[in-house]
């Protein structure tokens, strides 16, 4: 079991940039693959990145280039470094372990209960 508590949501401006966090529990962190994903009202959950338990990296084209994943398995975290924020990536996000490196959400057993990030125009 994996339990994972995000934080670091907020206001932003566009243009401007926040740094989300997500704590996991247990001490077989290391050996799983984290995502990163986001749902915007109305519409569906969206792989935003992943990383995998020996460092590999993916992330959605919406967020290449603006985004950046990592984790520090030492305090069992993954982070989302936001930059170049839009108002089109308002959303709550939420993140999500699995044994399995992929880009969608079916094969994420474990997720987060989210933390709201809203780019104002």
């Known amino acids: 079991q994996v339990q994972l508590v995000e934080s670091g949501g907020g206001l932003v401006q566009a243009g401007g940039s926040l740094r989300l966090s997500c704590a996991a529990s247990?001490?077989?962190?290391?050996?799983?693959?984290m995502g990163w994903f986001r749902q915007a009202p109305g519409k569906e959950r969206e792989f935003v990145a992943a990383t995998s338990w020996s460092h590999s990296i993916q992330y959605g084209d919406s967020v290449k280039g603006r985004f950046t994943i990592s984790r520090d398995n030492a305090k069992n975290t993954v982070y989302l470094q936001m930059s170049s924020l839009k108002p089109e990536d308002t959303a709550v996000y939420y993140c999500a372990a699995s044994r399995l490196f992929v880009v969608i959400a079916g094969p994420y057993p474990y997720w987060g209960q989210g933390t709201q990030v809203t780019v104002s125009s």
């Open positions: 247990g001490r077989t962190f290391s050996s799983y693959n």
